[in-house]
């Protein structure tokens, strides 16, 4: 059996296991990338009835288009070129099934799928601080984070460590509000650093599961942000031995390469363990996922494929795959 017919196969199952919500979210989610990206491919599979060398060369461009990354880019054409090789592959309609396949592997390397899930920590507090530049929807992602983390029974604290965006602990405090869970704060402009210690202590106090540590996205300039953010870790590895058990990078999904920029500069001042990356349903770029995690080695986590409060999804790299190839998959 081909992958995409693995691939509709297995989601065919979970939509008939009532498992289905996730998938149409990838699918409906989705739907820029989708048109854009498979498409094109569909596009230039028409043209080239042959796999040559030129068709290889706007493969190329298609997927560079996509926001997959330069570099993610090369390494898979030359892995599609070895497997085109290896199975003898003379008609271009096959290599849809090839591209799809070599996406995923691309995605896991050698790391296990549950690279995926948050870090929870079973019988202590988790500890997990979220990081990223103004405007990206860190704080809305916050919320959505909490308002799932309480669906599955956790006693969730959020910490409003930005205290220098105008606003910024309102609207932490209205999340907290729709989610159903307590905000520890203090007056705008205060020490991020004593917030989140207050934010641990109270959580401690509570016997509460999750805390989730909101951050500045903007100091005067790199230099104070980043100070700014090791601080913060030093209080928390101080007052919870081996947290924060999850460093989420928060990045808009619809400003492409500059997000893979955001990441590099976040990795070299914390230890990003994950990307929450949102706004993917209002982008045409979604190869940019590929992009992250093939050439910052840090995995995607989390997706927003919507604007209602359960649209923060898990990230899956075969849903991921799946919706962008869903409508080749509905043709077969």
Partial sequence: MSFLAKLKNKFSRE?????????????????????????????????????????FEELEEVLIAGDV???TVMDLIDELK?????????????????????????????????????????????????????????????????HQLKE?????????????????????????????????????????????????????SRNADVLICDTAGRLQNKVNLMNELAKINRIIEREVPGAPHEVLLVLDATTG????????????ATDVSGIVLTKLDGTAKGGIV????????IPVKLVGLGEQVNDLQKFDAHAFVYG????????N
Avoid: C
């Fill in 15 to 55: 939509e008939t296991a009532d498992e289905s919500p996730t998938i149409e979210k990838y699918k409906d989610g989705m739907t820029k990338s989708r048109s854009s990206f498979s498409g094109k491919i569909n596009d230039l599979i028409a043209r080239y009835r042959k796999v040559d060398e030129d068709f």
């Fill in 69 to 71: 990354g330069v570099m």
């Fill in 82 to 146: 070895m497997e085109v090789k290896r199975q003898n592959i003379k008609d271009s309609e096959q290599i849809k099934d090839v591209i799809s396949e070599k996406l995923v592997e691309i995605y896991y390397g050698d790391d296990d799928e549950q690279m995926e899930g948050l870090n929870i920590q079973e019988k202590d507090l988790t500890v997990i601080l979220v990081v990223g530049v103004n405007g990206v929807g860190k704080t809305t992602s916050i919320g959505k984070l909490a």
């Fill in 152 to 204: 599955e029974g956790k006693h969730v604290v959020l910490a409003a460590g930005d205290t220098f965006r105008a606003g910024a602990i309102e609207q932490l405090e209205e999340w907290g509000k729709r989610a159903d869970v307590e905000v520890i704060k203090q007056s705008a402009g205060s020490d991020p650093a004593a917030v989140i210690f207050d934010g641990i202590k109270s959580a401690r």
């Fill in 257 to 268: 390469q500059n997000a893979l920029n955001q990441a590099k500069t976040f990795r070299d």
């Fill in 290 to 297: 590929l992009a992250i995690r093939n050439e910052l080695n």
């Fill in 324 to 331: 962008l190839f869903a409508d080749m998959l509905e043709e």
